[in-house]
């Protein structure tokens, strides 16, 4: 892995599981990590649902649009996470691959949003706990 691990988010539309797992990457891990996320069928915009639920924790992803899943985005990330997308992810050697199990977002309202949204936060913080860990704080 580079001095910079870098993260790719993987489900079917790009428009709720994966955003908001980039989002919180983003803002959990800062530039420590280079952050993608991309669908395999991307949706027309990212899910109503998962923006407000995002921005009830203060982060503004209502200006993301769901991307088109590329085999140039899974060779320049170090780890890849699906989300559901079943084996439309491509595979190429020395990469790591996770499955995150998390309910589909898309089509439910906000209260159903809430705990997908705060079980991919849990994901990620051990993500970031593994590949990026904050510095410790230099003494003078």
Known sequence: MADKP???????????RSQMAAAWLTH??????????A???PG????????????????DISQETPKILTI?????????ITMGCGDTCPVFPGKRY?????????GQGVEAVRPIRDEIKTLVEGLIAEIAPAKPEATA
């Open 72 to 80: 140039d985005a899974v060779r320049e990330s170090d780890v890849c």
């Open 44 to 59: 027309d915009q990212v899910n109503p649902a998962a923006v407000e639920a995002m921005a009830e924790v203060g982060i």
């Open 6 to 16: 870098s993260v790719l988010f993987v489900c079917v539309h790009n428009a709720g």
């Open 98 to 106: 996770l499955d995150w199990k998390l309910d589909d977002p898309a």
């Open 39 to 41: 669908g395999s069928n």
């Open 28 to 37: 959990l891990a800062g530039d420590r990590v280079e952050v993608r996320s």
